[in-house]
């Protein structure tokens, strides 16, 4: 069974940093890897979907890279703004799709 | 213009109740789930509905029980209300096996007291 990790489970920064999460998956066999964010109290946003053919994708001042060889893949943020603050989630269809496993999330607070 | 929207947003109720939670998408998408979110903020899956048909059925107290009319809208049904049913219930649509992504709801806060 597909387990996703995310490190760390919470992170703060200053505003202006750039970061990187981490998500990592024990089955390589994802259809794809998409990214969330969840604000507190809210739904799910979609930021990024990485097809499991491609490498990364970019969204403005968002960047993710997918390495399905090594289960991992990384959310990189540049120029972190405290509107950034949210909590982020990794999550990967297996390959038969319609199980959609989604990683533990790691709460980021960027400080004005 | 809501893609996948839920209703209730909120829902608090007594033990042993029976409650309904309703879910609609406009976006054409041919798959609908539903998750669970626990306090510590773990999505899980709940259901896979298909065109209608169920696709998948994690262990789930029989409690719950989807059910889907047509392929724009999954309800969930809880009967016997437990203390531990309080989460934060998410639908979902996507395409076939998610190919561009899923579309998530707001999410149903459901407190049982």
């Known amino acids: 069974k597909q387990e996703v990790t995310q490190i760390p489970a919470a992170l703060s920064v200053p505003e202006g940093e750039n970061l990187v999460l981490n998500c990592s998956f024990t089955?390589?066999?994802?259809?794809?890897l998409q990214w969330f964010r969840q604000d507190p109290g809210k739904g799910l946003t979609s930021l990024l979907l990485i097809q499991s053919s491609q490498r990364e994708q970019t969204s403005g001042r968002l960047n993710a890279s997918l390495d399905k060889s090594s289960g991992r893949s990384t959310l990189y943020i540049a120029a972190s703004q405290p509107g950034d603050s949210a909590t982020y989630l990794c999550a990967a269809p297996m390959g038969t799709g319609n199980q959609f496993y989604f990683g533990t999330g790691t709460s980021l607070t960027v400080i004005p | 213009d809501t893609a996948v929207s839920q209703t209730p947003k909120y829902l608090v109720t007594q033990m042993g109740n029976d409650k309904s939670i309703k879910c609609e998408q406009n976006?054409?998408?041919?798959?609908m789930y539903w998750y669970k979110q626990d306090s510590k903020k773990f999505l899980k899956i709940m259901f896979s509905?298909?065109?209608?048909?169920?696709?998948i059925n994690e262990t789930v107290p029989n409690r719950f029980s989807p059910k889907s009319p047509d392929k724009a809208h999954l309800n969930l049904h809880i009967n016997s209300l437990e203390l531990g049913d309080s989460a934060v219930y998410f639908c979902a649509s996507s395409f076939q096996q998610g190919i561009v992504g899923y579309t998530f709801g707001s999410g149903t806060r459901l407190t049982v007291v």
């Open positions: 976006l054409g998408h041919d798959t």
């Open positions: 089955d390589s066999a994802i259809y794809n």
């Open positions: 509905y298909n065109n209608k048909e169920l696709i």
